[in-house]
């Protein structure tokens, strides 16, 4: 489709947004305003083939998840977004690669809403931030069923906690939705650009 190549092309150098100038971040605005406007499914959340899955993000301008590159001795590695449309779930999943041994995860889990055709609310509950090897972490499609059959991880695991919903909620609307790409907007004015896995 017109539009797709020149917004994954914009968005191929900047590491999801950690290395873009004004620059790049203006013409990925611009490109994603594009393909936006000719998304080719309108009603994305009836579109649960394609919604639902896990998706890996390509490009965001949220400072929340750009921030977790800022550890010391380590690097934010692949970021998804993980959709369970059966039960009303999202989950994110951040990889932050360190030394040996010593490469961790940053999960959370939410509830999702739907409140319209493309947009639904988002509600934070639980979080999860520890090492991959002591979580049994290898990928977000093996590592979900386990979050959800977990109440609780042990601190030798990492720090489980609760999510304060009142104060962590939030809106997600679905922009654009095809075979293997999303574009979403936040309510904080984030853009999300995320490609099926």
């Avoid at 994110?92 to 360190?98: C, F, L, P, R, T």
């Amino acid at each position: 489709m017109l539009g797709k190549a020149e917004l994954l092309d914009a968005v191929a150098s900047v590491n999801r947004g950690i290395n873009s100038s004004p620059s790049d971040r203006t013409a990925i605005q611009a490109a994603a305003t594009t393909l936006e406007e000719r998304n080719p499914t309108p009603e994305p959340l009836q579109a649960t083939a394609l919604l639902d899955g896990d998706w890996r993000l390509l490009y965001t301008t949220s400072q929340e998840l750009l921030n977790i590159d800022r550890i010391p001795l380590a690097s934010l590695g692949p970021i998804y977004q993980c959709i369970r449309l059966a039960e009303n779930r999202i989950y994110n999943i951040a990889e932050v690669n360190g030394p040996p041994l010593l490469s961790g995860l940053v999960a959370v889990a939410a509830t999702l809403e739907p409140v319209s055709t493309q947009r639904v609310n988002v509600g934070f509950e639980r979080g999860i931030v520890g090492l991959r090897q002591a979580l049994g972490y290898q990928s977000p499609a093996q590592f979900i069923p386990v979050l959800q059959s977990t109440p609780k991880f042990s601190l030798l695991q990492g720090i489980d906690f609760r999510i304060k919903r009142d104060r962590q909620t939030g809106w997600l609307e679905v922009t654009y939705l095809d075979d293997d790409l999303r574009i979403g907007r936040g309510n904080q004015g984030s853009l999300f650009v995320l490609k099926k896995v």
